[in-house]
């Protein structure tokens, strides 16, 4: 079935570094998301982008951070400049539509590691 | 806003029984409700997902119950199996006009043989 790939699987960064996490969503999906999940515990919204624009973000969402997807290739989350708490696994998702009735599809994640 | 609790965190069954995980939300207006799967190391798989107008839904072994009365939304595997186990998550979403899904905190289930 149709899948979510997530590049990389582990990315490891010294603290102030930039981090650039890359998402390749279903061809057909419009809506992109990240998550977060720190270790042990839920997954947490940060961002939903449609049509070129963040439409939602949450408090976690920092002035650090930005999405983007350039000419329809890999949907991006920047982190710049990092620090020891965005040490967590980001999980990229995508939907075809923003309706209720569609669930979005998630990667496997990428386990990023501040040091 | 809203606030979904989930238990239990941990649960054990033998195979063949059967085993429930249970989401309690706050917000009267949710109108997407959502189960998924978590294998060690593996991103979320979708196992089932209803809208409020839906009280029941079976598919495969799993059944979701949606109790709007009670802001109560269950799992039941039925015949659980050791490759059931699994952290399960539920996950809502608010009224229609946010695409933020909020999930619970998860259940490690173990199926023992």
């Known amino acids: 079935g149709p899948k979510v790939l997530q590049i990389p699987s582990h990315q490891i960064i010294d603290m102030g570094q930039m981090v650039t996490l890359n998402c390749d969503p279903v061809s057909n999906h419009l809506y992109f998301y990240w998550y977060k999940q720190i270790l042990g515990q839920q997954m947490e919204f940060l961002v939903n982008f449609y049509n070129g624009k963040v439409m939602e973000k949450s408090k976690l969402f920092k002035d650090q951070f930005s999405v983007e997807r350039p000419d329809g290739s890999y949907f991006t989350l920047k982190i710049q400049p990092t620090a020891l708490e965005d040490s967590a696994v980001y999980f990229c998702?995508?939907?075809?539509?923003?309706?209720?009735?569609?669930?979005?599809?998630f990667g496997e994640g990428t386990r990023l590691s501040v040091l | 806003g809203e606030q979904v609790e989930q238990r239990p965190p941990h649960l054990s069954v033998r195979e063949g029984d059967s085993a429930i995980i249970i989401c309690t939300y706050t917000?009267?207006?949710?109108?997407?409700f959502s189960w998924y799967k978590q294998e060690a190391g593996a991103g979320l798989q979708l196992l089932m997902s209803?809208?409020?107008?839906?009280d029941r839904k079976e598919e495969q072994g799993l059944t979701v119950l949606l109790n709007k009365k009670d802001k109560r939304l269950s799992l039941n595997l039925t015949a659980a199996h050791p490759g059931d186990s699994a952290v399960y998550f539920c996950a809502v979403r608010a009224s229609s006009g946010s695409w933020q899904l909020i999930f619970g905190s998860g259940t490690q289930l173990t199926v023992m043989p």
């Open positions: 917000d009267s207006a949710t109108a997407y």
């Open positions: 998702a995508s939907s075809r539509t923003g309706a209720d009735n569609q669930a979005p599809l």
């Open positions: 209803v809208l409020s107008n839906v």
